[in-house]
């Protein structure tokens, strides 16, 4: 993922979570659909947004069926690396385990949470070293 890639507000977030999340490319009606409940929009306030998320390079809009689809530029793994790695620079000195101490010392994460991701690590290096042995 380029460094270039812009951050998302929440209301953005919510958003691109609705497309990323459909199958095929949505309309402005979709989505607003999509966020009742959550979000009181008009959907004069929605296409201004997806047309922030079009400017930042997160969304395309097809205009060639005569209404507008909306699909993703930005798949939601590559901009969540992204992001994780932004938030980890940022709050944590680009240190993993400065992340976990503090999530554990606040009690934010249990024992149980810390033995799986024992066991994910575990797991992932194990699957690694697998690799190397090709």
Do not use: P
Request: with cysteine; hydrophobic share 35%; aromatic share 8%.
């Amino acid at each position: 993922m380029a460094d270039t890639i812009k951050k998302l507000g929440e209301a953005e977030l919510e958003i691109m979570q609705v497309i990323w999340d459909a199958e095929t490319a949505v309309t402005s009606n979709y989505i607003l659909k999509e966020l009742q409940g959550r979000r009181k929009w008009q959907l004069s306030t929605l296409m201004t947004s997806l047309t922030r998320l079009a400017d930042k390079g997160f969304v395309r809009c097809d205009r060639s069926t005569g209404s507008n689809l909306y699909s993703w530029l930005i798949s939601e793994r590559e901009y969540k690396a992204g992001a994780s790695r932004h938030f980890l620079e940022r709050l944590y000195d680009n240190s993993i385990q400065n992340l976990i101490a503090c999530l554990y010392d606040s009690k934010a994460i249990k024992s149980s949470d810390v033995e799986e991701l024992r066991e994910f690590l575990d797991r992932i290096e194990a699957e690694h070293a697998g690799e190397e042995d090709v």
